[in-house]
């Protein structure tokens, strides 16, 4: 018996430590539950949107005097959507001021890529595989966010995504789990800080919980049927690693995953998220996710599904209002447990004390800090230098870049090229319309050369009204071609600027054609024919199909949606002030017929010879498309060039309790200084469960000046061979492992080992 109390005491205590939970938080916490009505408890997990911006589905009519006066009496523990300092200290003064207890409101806020200065897309800043840069990039956005009254944001998305058709693939980290994991580390550790008091940090969340990336056929919303393999290691592990990194809080998914919403995924929210990984902040639900369920044909009604998101876990109703409407009579019926409640309430009020939002609910609150900050120096410079590590050159051939920088006739095309809003890309909420530094006015900062502009054709027919709009292409306007034709016809090179407006991808954009929309491709080929020196820049939120560019046009450049500094950033990479060093974070497929494509893909028993022909139909192929992708993961050229030596280990044999260490030199054999990311790729041969062929385990960013050589060292342990096998158990099992390490995902080079 005494041994048994020993045993619980210590894994109780154990359990504290790994959540770091503050004593002193827990008993305020505690202290402030006892004096809470059912209704005040239950406020605390009511999320209304604000007044002034909406996200998701539009409101009923007459839903805000309702919201205000539940505001008043202390049924709402969240807002979001309500942004800067005045509209901030409004509804935060009714909840201090007006509720019986005096609770503080957090103010939640999808602070994606930036607030008002826009940063790039996440899957830009991905492609930079910078990790520092990324953090810092989180840091500023919180920073500025912070200063206009926000404490919560809504990322990062952790979400891999493996099918470019789908929108939101701009939204994450690309289809690499081990990369996404060491991105949603640097993403949460950027928000949150050191401590969550301070006043520049806000609490992150890790959304979205979860495999909401794996929706079917990339169409958004859609159903996903994925089995616990995939789950486990392929979609967790981000999760994981942002639970790992302290994060505060994760919000769940629209989705039914193997046919549970996740919303009321018990198995994922109470097993494995609250008790496996001992996660201590909350839970909120998606847009409006807690009636979906109705939807779903999964909850009977409204109250049906608010009973069923309690249990699965969902602590925070985000936009439903289910919660404040029924959980009373639910619990009042037996349906629901007040322990229940009690734990999301504890959960809620944990993350308002560590923000600090006791002590001083206005501690965001501050109109000169808001001035002094919002579009500071410190975070337009941040801006600039994400926006140039995130550019991926993906071909130059004959060196046609750098530009020269004088005497040249350059012409700039493209529906894109002067256009200040597709830059900001989707989630810019809080930024001016048009407040890009477009790819034209960047340009014009180097006078050297002469410079013309045309449009070409147009993208858009007109400009939707934000978030709301589908983007209405234009597809019969080809006016402007000739124009094109003409400036092109008289310059020494072209620069065309192409790709997707800045709401073409993002949540609700899915594209079942993701090639170059409208008359994109017509206006292209239209140049090609009077002048071949063509530089294409790409901004785009996603993967896109580019083909006969690949085939015909001498240099790409993936810009993607880049943010406020845009045009500043693209242009010094085209004149050669910042060398491209980003890697693509996703494939890019040839077809959409290919989808979903993704470099990690496990073995099958038909692998063909060498990965190609092997005598007969019958190998896993297709008749009318290549397997490989255009561009694979981890793919991206420099101005300058790089070898690397043969991979040395440290022992082919890897005993119990030793590492290996794999070790390459890299070498700058060009003329210009520039940035490697190495790549260290792993394969296990045969397993209790089939493993991928390849898998990303470790990456270095190396900056070498022209003749100068680095030794790169990994090393290699259980720990990184170790995956969710067939018992369902997290662990390397021995035998066979060949280690890559190159310049992109399909590197050749290799050595073995063996795991006794
Ligand atoms: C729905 C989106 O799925 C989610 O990511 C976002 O945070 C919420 N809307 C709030 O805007």
């Known amino acids: 018996m005494k041994k048994l109390f020993l045993f619980v005491f210590f894994v109780h205590l154990n359990n504290l430590f790994a959540q770091q939970l503050d004593p002193a938080i827990e008993s305020k916490v505690n202290a402030l539950i006892d004096q809470m009505t059912i209704e005040e408890k239950i406020g605390q997990m009511n999320q209304y949107n604000g007044f002034w911006n909406v996200t998701g589905p539009t409101p009923k009519e007459g839903d805000a005097a309702e919201k205000f006066q539940n505001l008043a009496s202390g049924l709402v523990g969240s807002m979001l959507n309500v942004r800067g300092v005045e509209e901030v200290r409004e509804v935060q003064k009714i909840a201090v001021e007006q509720t019986r207890l005096g609770i503080p409101l957090i103010i939640g806020f999808d602070l994606i890529h930036g607030y008002k200065t826009v940063s790039p897309i996440p899957l830009a800043e991905s492609a930079s595989w910078d990790l520092e840069s990324i953090k810092r990039s989180a840091e500023l956005a919180a920073k500025e966010a912070a200063a206009a009254g926000i404490n919560w944001t809504f990322a990062p998305m952790v979400d891999i995504t493996r099918d470019a058709r789908w929108g939101r693939v701009m939204e994450g980290a690309g289809e690499d789990p081990f990369l996404g994991s060491q991105i949603a580390i640097a993403r949460v550790k950027g928000f949150q800080g050191e401590d969550l008091s301070l006043p520049g940090t806000i609490a992150a969340c890790a959304k979205h919980f979860a495999g909401y990336g794996f929706a079917e056929a990339g169409r958004d919303y859609n159903t996903v049927d994925i089995g616990l393999n995939t789950l486990h290691n392929m979609v967790l592990p981000p999760f994981k690693a942002a639970a790992d990194a302290g994060v505060r809080t994760f919000m769940n998914s629209f989705n039914d995953l193997n046919g549970i919403p ?3 995924d018990r198995y994922l929210q109470r097993d494995i998220l609250k008790k496996d990984w001992n996660f201590n902040g909350f839970v909120v639900s998606d847009w409006g996710s807690i009636r979906e369920m109705i939807d779903h044909g999964y909850a009977k009604d409204r109250k049906h599904a608010g009973e069923l998101a309690l249990k699965g876990g969902s602590d925070m109703d985000m936009e439903s209002l289910i919660y404040i409407e029924h959980l009373k009579s639910l619990l009042e019926e037996g349906k629901v447990k007040v322990s229940e409640i009690n734990d999301a309430v504890r959960r809620i009020l944990r993350v308002k004390f560590e923000l600090g939002l006791f002590e001083d609910p206005y501690r965001y609150c501050n109109e000169t800090r808001e001035q002094l900050v919002t579009g500071s120096k410190e975070i337009v410079e941040g801006a600039l230098d994400m926006a140039k590590k995130s550019i991926v050159l993906l071909k130059n051939h004959d060196k046609l870049l750098p530009l020269k920088k004088k005497d040249q006739k350059i012409a700039l095309i493209g529906p894109l090229a002067a256009d200040k809003n597709s830059p900001l890309g989707n989630w810019r909420i809080a930024a001016e319309n048009e407040s890009a530094i477009s790819l034209l006015e960047g340009m014009k900062n180097y006078k050297g050369n002469e410079l013309i502009y045309e449009q070409g054709v147009r993208l858009i027919n007109k400009i939707p009204a934000g978030f ?38 993002g949540e609700g954009r899915s594209r079942a054609h993701i090639d170059l929309p409208g008359l994109q491709q017509d206006l292209l080929e239209a140049v090609y024919e009077v002048n071949k020196n063509i530089v294409l820049v790409l901004m785009n939120g996603r993967p896109l199909i580019l083909n006969w560019a690949d085939e015909h046009i001498p240099a790409i450049l993936e810009s993607w949606h880049l943010g406020s500094q845009s045009g500043h950033a693209i242009a010094q990479v085209l004149y050669g002030d910042y060398n491209p060093s980003g890697k693509l974070p996703m494939s890019f497929p040839r077809s959409e017929g290919q989808l979903p494509i993704y470099y990690n893909q496990k073995s099958t028993g038909r692998p063909g010879a060498n990965g190609g022909d092997n005598g007969s139909v019958f190998w896993s192929h297709y008749g009318d498309e290549k397997n490989s992708p255009l561009y694979p993961f981890g793919f991206g050229l420099s101005y300058t060039t790089f070898s690397y030596s043969d991979i040395q280990l440290s022992n082919d044999i890897m005993n119990d309790g030793e590492d290996i260490i794999a070790s390459v030199i890299v070498k700058n054999t060009g003329n210009k200084t520039g940035k490697e990311v190495v790549q260290l790729y792993l394969k296990d041969h045969y397993a209790s469960a089939v493993r991928p062929t390849r898998e990303l385990k470790g990456f270095e960013l190396v900056e070498l000046k022209p003749g100068e050589s680095k030794k790169i060292e990994f090393k290699i342990n259980r720990q990184l061979l170790s995956f969710y096998n067939a018992l369902g158990v997290w662990e390397a099992e021995k035998g066979d492992f060949t280690v890559f390490i190159g310049t992109d995902s399909n590197t050749k080079r290799k050595a073995s080992f063996v795991l006794n």
């Open 262 to 264: 996740s919303t009321a």
């Open 468 to 505: 709301h709009e589908e983007v209405d292409i234009n597809e019969d306007d080809y006016s402007g071609i000739e124009a094109a034709v003409r400036a092109a016809e008289n310059s020494d090179i072209v620069i065309m600027v192409l790709g997707e407006y800045g709401f073409q991808s």
